[in-house]
Protein backbone atom coordinates (compact mmCIF):
# COMPACT_ATOMS: atom_id res chain seq x y z
CA UNK A 1 0.00 0.00 0.00
CA UNK A 2 1.35 3.26 -0.88
CA UNK A 3 1.41 6.33 1.13
CA UNK A 4 -1.53 8.30 -0.65
CA UNK A 5 -3.30 4.77 -0.14
CA UNK A 6 -2.45 4.67 3.56
CA UNK A 7 -3.67 8.44 3.88
CA UNK A 8 -6.61 7.46 2.08
CA UNK A 9 -7.41 4.96 4.31
CA UNK A 10 -7.44 7.39 7.26
CA UNK A 11 -4.82 8.26 9.72
CA UNK A 12 -3.21 6.23 11.61
CA UNK A 13 -2.72 6.66 15.91
CA UNK A 14 0.33 8.20 16.96
CA UNK A 15 2.42 5.28 18.88
CA UNK A 16 2.00 5.58 22.33
CA UNK A 17 5.33 7.77 24.04
CA UNK A 18 6.67 9.80 26.19
CA UNK A 19 6.90 13.79 25.09
CA UNK A 20 10.49 14.71 25.04
CA UNK A 21 12.13 18.18 25.68
CA UNK A 22 14.08 18.13 22.36
CA UNK A 23 16.93 20.53 23.07
CA UNK A 24 17.18 23.71 20.47
CA UNK A 25 20.39 22.15 19.27
CA UNK A 26 21.81 18.55 19.55
CA UNK A 27 23.40 17.81 22.56
CA UNK A 28 26.05 14.90 21.47
CA UNK A 29 25.61 15.31 17.50
CA UNK A 30 26.72 11.92 15.85
CA UNK A 31 26.34 13.23 12.80
CA UNK A 32 28.04 16.75 11.09
CA UNK A 33 27.82 18.10 7.52
CA UNK A 34 29.18 21.11 6.36
CA UNK A 35 28.46 22.23 2.76
CA UNK A 36 27.81 18.57 1.66
CA UNK A 37 27.49 18.74 -2.16
CA UNK A 38 26.50 15.38 -3.70
CA UNK A 39 27.39 15.24 -7.71
CA UNK A 40 26.38 11.80 -10.67
CA UNK A 41 29.03 12.83 -12.46
CA UNK A 42 28.10 16.48 -13.94
CA UNK A 43 24.64 16.12 -12.32
CA UNK A 44 24.77 18.21 -9.08
CA UNK A 45 22.26 16.48 -6.98
CA UNK A 46 22.46 18.09 -3.57
CA UNK A 47 24.08 21.51 -3.03
CA UNK A 48 25.33 22.95 0.76
CA UNK A 49 23.65 20.55 3.14
CA UNK A 50 24.87 21.65 6.91
CA UNK A 51 23.33 20.15 9.64
CA UNK A 52 23.40 18.06 13.02
CA UNK A 53 21.91 14.80 13.88
CA UNK A 54 21.74 13.92 17.82
CA UNK A 55 22.37 11.43 19.74
CA UNK A 56 19.44 8.75 20.47
CA UNK A 57 16.82 11.31 18.81
CA UNK A 58 14.98 10.36 15.43
CA UNK A 59 15.49 12.87 12.69
CA UNK A 60 13.09 12.96 9.90
CA UNK A 61 13.90 14.30 6.30
CA UNK A 62 11.43 15.49 4.37
CA UNK A 63 10.38 16.73 0.94
CA UNK A 64 8.95 16.40 -2.33
CA UNK A 65 10.40 13.71 -4.75
CA UNK A 66 13.76 14.49 -5.76
CA UNK A 67 14.75 16.74 -3.36
CA UNK A 68 18.09 15.11 -2.35
CA UNK A 69 16.49 13.55 0.55
CA UNK A 70 17.57 10.10 0.05
CA UNK A 71 20.34 10.88 -1.61
CA UNK A 72 21.40 12.58 1.55
CA UNK A 73 20.63 9.31 3.66
CA UNK A 74 22.68 7.20 1.92
CA UNK A 75 25.58 9.73 2.28
CA UNK A 76 25.78 9.09 5.66
CA UNK A 77 26.97 5.60 5.80
CA UNK A 78 28.94 5.61 2.18
CA UNK A 79 26.12 3.85 0.39
CA UNK A 80 26.72 6.33 -2.59
CA UNK A 81 29.99 4.76 -3.03
CA UNK A 82 28.58 2.04 -4.54
CA UNK A 83 27.78 4.53 -7.85
CA UNK A 84 30.24 4.77 -9.80
CA UNK A 85 29.75 8.36 -10.70
CA UNK A 86 28.73 9.15 -7.29
CA UNK A 87 31.41 12.25 -5.57
CA UNK A 88 30.92 13.80 -2.73
CA UNK A 89 32.42 17.16 -1.57
CA UNK A 90 32.44 18.69 1.74
CA UNK A 91 32.55 17.47 5.15
CA UNK A 92 30.30 14.60 6.80
CA UNK A 93 31.65 14.29 10.15
CA UNK A 94 30.31 10.97 12.56
CA UNK A 95 31.63 11.33 16.19
CA UNK A 96 34.16 13.86 14.74
CA UNK A 97 35.38 12.21 12.65
CA UNK A 98 35.80 12.66 8.68
CA UNK A 99 33.89 9.88 7.19
CA UNK A 100 34.84 10.46 3.54
CA UNK A 101 38.64 10.08 5.09
CA UNK A 102 41.39 8.55 2.98
CA UNK A 103 41.77 5.71 6.12
CA UNK A 104 38.08 5.19 7.07
CA UNK A 105 36.88 1.60 5.92
CA UNK A 106 33.23 1.57 4.03
CA UNK A 107 32.30 -1.78 4.96
CA UNK A 108 32.90 -0.67 9.32
CA UNK A 109 31.00 2.39 8.43
CA UNK A 110 28.11 0.52 7.27
CA UNK A 111 28.68 -1.85 10.21
CA UNK A 112 28.09 1.02 12.45
CA UNK A 113 25.63 2.86 10.63
CA UNK A 114 23.20 0.16 9.26
CA UNK A 115 20.20 0.93 6.75
CA UNK A 116 16.79 -0.07 6.21
CA UNK A 117 15.11 0.48 2.47
CA UNK A 118 11.99 1.48 0.88
CA UNK A 119 10.46 -1.99 0.14
CA UNK A 120 11.79 -5.12 2.67
CA UNK A 121 14.63 -6.99 1.50
CA UNK A 122 15.02 -9.97 3.53
CA UNK A 123 17.64 -12.43 2.22
CA UNK A 124 16.06 -15.56 0.68
CA UNK A 125 16.79 -17.09 3.70
CA UNK A 126 15.25 -18.76 7.05
CA UNK A 127 14.50 -15.90 9.86
CA UNK A 128 17.17 -16.82 11.80
CA UNK A 129 19.97 -16.71 9.27
CA UNK A 130 18.67 -13.14 8.01
CA UNK A 131 19.19 -11.80 11.83
CA UNK A 132 22.79 -14.37 11.69
CA UNK A 133 24.06 -13.07 8.58
CA UNK A 134 25.46 -9.98 9.68
CA UNK A 135 27.44 -11.19 12.81
CA UNK A 136 28.86 -14.13 10.89
CA UNK A 137 30.12 -12.26 7.79
CA UNK A 138 31.68 -9.48 10.12
CA UNK A 139 32.90 -11.61 12.25
CA UNK A 140 31.34 -10.54 15.32
CA UNK A 141 32.29 -12.50 18.68
CA UNK A 142 28.92 -13.98 20.29
CA UNK A 143 28.62 -16.05 23.01
CA UNK A 144 25.73 -18.01 21.87
CA UNK A 145 24.40 -17.01 18.18
CA UNK A 146 20.64 -18.27 19.53
CA UNK A 147 20.22 -15.92 22.12
CA UNK A 148 21.78 -12.92 19.88
CA UNK A 149 18.65 -14.22 17.46
CA UNK A 150 15.95 -14.10 19.88
CA UNK A 151 17.53 -10.80 21.53
CA UNK A 152 17.36 -8.90 18.09
CA UNK A 153 13.77 -10.44 17.25
CA UNK A 154 12.85 -9.07 20.88
CA UNK A 155 13.92 -5.75 20.13
CA UNK A 156 12.16 -5.73 16.93
CA UNK A 157 9.46 -6.82 18.27
CA UNK A 158 9.00 -9.73 16.18
CA UNK A 159 10.03 -12.64 18.47
CA UNK A 160 6.72 -13.74 19.66
CA UNK A 161 5.27 -13.88 16.04
CA UNK A 162 8.07 -16.00 14.68
CA UNK A 163 9.76 -17.59 17.48
CA UNK A 164 8.18 -21.19 16.61
CA UNK A 165 9.42 -20.83 13.05
CA UNK A 166 13.16 -19.41 12.84
CA UNK A 167 13.87 -22.10 9.92
CA UNK A 168 11.16 -21.02 8.00
CA UNK A 169 11.75 -18.70 4.54
CA UNK A 170 11.50 -14.73 5.56
CA UNK A 171 9.56 -14.61 2.51
CA UNK A 172 6.55 -16.41 4.42
CA UNK A 173 6.25 -13.33 6.63
CA UNK A 174 3.81 -10.47 5.94
CA UNK A 175 5.29 -7.30 4.72
CA UNK A 176 4.59 -5.51 8.08
CA UNK A 177 6.74 -8.92 9.57
CA UNK A 178 9.83 -8.66 6.55
CA UNK A 179 10.52 -5.11 7.15
CA UNK A 180 10.44 -5.66 11.22
CA UNK A 181 13.18 -8.20 10.33
CA UNK A 182 14.91 -6.07 8.25
CA UNK A 183 14.90 -3.56 10.91
CA UNK A 184 16.29 -6.59 12.90
CA UNK A 185 18.86 -7.43 10.71
CA UNK A 186 19.91 -4.21 10.87
CA UNK A 187 20.41 -4.14 14.84
CA UNK A 188 22.00 -7.43 14.89
CA UNK A 189 25.44 -6.17 14.25
CA UNK A 190 24.86 -3.89 17.48
CA UNK A 191 25.45 -0.54 15.54
CA UNK A 192 25.45 3.03 16.68
CA UNK A 193 22.85 4.67 14.04
CA UNK A 194 19.54 3.32 11.99
CA UNK A 195 19.24 4.53 8.69
CA UNK A 196 15.70 4.79 7.12
CA UNK A 197 14.86 4.80 3.85
CA UNK A 198 10.74 5.17 3.79
CA UNK A 199 9.68 2.38 5.63
CA UNK A 200 6.62 1.98 6.20
CA UNK A 201 6.06 3.51 2.33
CA UNK A 202 4.64 0.04 1.07
CA UNK A 203 2.82 -1.08 4.36
CA UNK A 204 -0.95 -0.63 5.53
CA UNK A 205 -1.28 1.55 8.70
CA UNK A 206 -1.64 -1.30 11.50
CA UNK A 207 1.95 -2.03 10.38
CA UNK A 208 2.89 1.68 10.04
CA UNK A 209 1.78 1.97 13.56
CA UNK A 210 4.06 -1.22 14.83
CA UNK A 211 6.85 0.22 13.20
CA UNK A 212 6.74 3.93 14.28
CA UNK A 213 6.07 2.14 17.84
CA UNK A 214 9.36 0.29 17.20
CA UNK A 215 11.02 3.47 16.21
CA UNK A 216 10.14 5.51 19.42
CA UNK A 217 11.56 1.83 21.24
CA UNK A 218 14.80 2.26 19.51
CA UNK A 219 15.53 5.78 19.94
CA UNK A 220 16.59 4.76 23.46
CA UNK A 221 19.50 3.13 22.24
CA UNK A 222 20.17 4.09 18.57
CA UNK A 223 20.36 7.16 16.73
CA UNK A 224 17.38 6.84 13.95
CA UNK A 225 17.79 8.90 10.91
CA UNK A 226 14.29 8.64 8.60
CA UNK A 227 13.24 9.91 5.22
CA UNK A 228 9.42 9.80 4.59
CA UNK A 229 7.46 11.08 2.40
CA UNK A 230 4.11 11.18 4.98
CA UNK A 231 4.39 14.17 6.91
CA UNK A 232 1.82 12.79 9.37
CA UNK A 233 4.51 10.19 10.16
CA UNK A 234 7.45 12.71 10.79
CA UNK A 235 5.39 14.65 13.08
CA UNK A 236 4.08 11.90 14.81
CA UNK A 237 7.77 10.00 15.24
CA UNK A 238 10.57 12.35 14.81
CA UNK A 239 12.20 14.53 17.43
CA UNK A 240 13.85 17.20 14.41
CA UNK A 241 12.72 17.39 11.03
CA UNK A 242 14.64 18.71 7.59
CA UNK A 243 12.45 20.28 5.08
CA UNK A 244 14.33 20.19 1.54
CA UNK A 245 13.18 21.26 -1.45
CA UNK A 246 14.19 21.55 -5.39
CA UNK A 247 15.82 24.19 -7.47
CA UNK A 248 15.55 24.01 -11.06
CA UNK A 249 17.74 25.33 -13.33
CA UNK A 250 15.87 27.60 -16.20
CA UNK A 251 18.52 26.72 -18.20
CA UNK A 252 19.16 23.05 -18.14
CA UNK A 253 16.32 22.07 -16.83
CA UNK A 254 18.26 20.14 -14.03
CA UNK A 255 16.95 19.73 -10.39
CA UNK A 256 19.12 20.39 -7.27
CA UNK A 257 18.09 19.19 -4.27
CA UNK A 258 19.09 21.53 -1.16
CA UNK A 259 18.24 22.03 2.85
CA UNK A 260 15.64 24.55 3.25
CA UNK A 261 14.90 24.35 7.16
CA UNK A 262 16.21 22.64 10.15
CA UNK A 263 14.51 22.23 13.16
CA UNK A 264 12.50 20.57 16.19
CA UNK A 265 9.85 19.01 14.93
CA UNK A 266 7.11 20.94 16.93
CA UNK A 267 8.88 24.05 14.77
CA UNK A 268 8.77 22.89 11.79
CA UNK A 269 5.34 22.06 11.85
CA UNK A 270 3.66 25.35 14.43
CA UNK A 271 5.72 27.80 13.28
CA UNK A 272 8.29 27.57 10.65
CA UNK A 273 10.63 29.85 9.30
CA UNK A 274 10.95 30.16 5.76
CA UNK A 275 7.72 30.38 3.63
CA UNK A 276 8.66 27.27 1.45
CA UNK A 277 8.04 24.63 4.40
CA UNK A 278 4.96 26.31 5.58
CA UNK A 279 3.28 25.98 2.05
CA UNK A 280 5.12 22.29 1.55
CA UNK A 281 3.52 21.15 4.95
CA UNK A 282 0.32 22.85 4.36
CA UNK A 283 -0.15 21.09 1.04
CA UNK A 284 0.58 24.15 -1.40
CA UNK A 285 3.06 22.52 -3.40
CA UNK A 286 5.15 19.50 -3.51
Not at 212 to 230: F, G, P
Amino acid sequence: MTDQATRAAGPVPSPQRAVRDVPDVPKEPVFTTQDLNIHYGDFHAVTDVSMEFGKNEITALIGPSGCGKSTVLRCLNRMNDLIPTARVSGEVRYHGIELYGPKIDPIEVRRRIGMVFQKANPFPKSIYDNIAYGPRVTGMKVDSMDDLVEQTLRRAALWDEVKDKLKQNAYGLSGGQQQRLCIARAIATNPDVVLMDEPCSALDPIATLRIEELMAELRESYTIIIVTHNMQQAARVSDRTAFFTVKVNETTGDRTGGLVEFDRTTTIFENPSDQRTEGYISGRFG
